[in-house]
């Protein structure tokens, strides 16, 4: 069974003043539409020592685009909190359980359902945004190429962002711009509802799905899927460790 099952516990958690994700709230005006990518770095989370109950706090990475010129802007909070934690035990594995359900944007809390799409670690981050060659005589750093996390390459600043020899987006000032894409074998899916608007994928390949860099980690559940919402990350060996600066792709669900 997916969800806080796997950690044998019950998954009820009471928030104060707080809006049910996927209803309106009459403290905000921007509507964020499903399907959205919300791409944002974490702090530090441990099974050994988060404590259920406790807040998590993330930041949105790139600026997002909504609708009608709207925009979430870089640096925006995104909040969540620690359903449950498993330490290591003997016979089972560790396991930390969490949920990002309110966005901060000024004076507005807006309450959305998220999921996880993709999660890189801190070296991942890191090494996609340093350029894969160094810089010839001549040559400006910012036009240099880099990787994603995910495999796509970007040509600097401003260039094209490509999958093999597919140009799928265009690099912006603070990360790129593309088309949510689906990579064969995965389960993140691509548009939701034929919306194929550009989307802020930061360090990420437009198709990234699943875990980077965490070599004793996995996604046990993403949150697609009931419990909605509920992201479950499990170590293959020891406990659930993630250093300050990873990397997440969340996505709105509703």
């Keep these: ?19 049910p994700p996927g209803q309106k709230s009459s403290l905000h005006t921007t509507d964020v539409p499903a399907g959205t990518i919300l791409p944002v770095r974490i702090g530090g989370l441990s099974s050994e020592k988060s404590k259920r109950g406790e807040i998590i706090k993330a930041r949105i990475m790139q600026d997002v685009p909504l609708e009608n010129g709207l925009k979430l802007r870089a640096g925006t909070t995104v909040l969540g909190h620690v359903i449950d934690v498993r330490p290591v035990i003997p016979g089972q594995k560790a396991a930390l359980a969490i949920e990002f359900d309110t966005i901060l944007q000024g004076k507005e809390r807006i309450p ?34 880099t990787v994603q996390i995910g495999g796509e390459v970007v040509y600097g600043k401003g260039g094209e962002v490509t999958n093999g020899d597919r140009v799928v987006g265009r690099s912006v000032n603070d990360g790129v711009l593309a088309q949510v894409n689906s990579k064969e074998g995965t389960k993140c899916s691509g548009d939701v509802e034929g919306d194929d608007r550009p989307q802020a994928f930061w360090v990420f390949s437009s198709d990234a799905c699943g875990a980077y860099g965490f070599p004793t980690l996995t996604i046990s559940h993403a949150g697609r899927t009931n419990p909605e919402g509920e992201i479950v990350l499990v170590s293959e060996r020891g406990p659930v460790k993630i250093r300050s600066g990873s990397g997440m792709l969340l996505r709105v669900q509703r």
């Design 112 to 145: 959305v359902l998220t999921h996880l799409r993709a999660f890189a670690s801190t070296l991942e981050v890191e090494f996609a945004q340093v350029p894969t060659t160094g810089p010839a005589k001549g040559d400006v750093y910012d036009w240099l190429p």
């Design 1 to 19: 069974m997916a969800g806080l099952s796997v950690l044998g516990v019950d998954a009820a958690y009471a928030k104060a003043n707080t809006v």
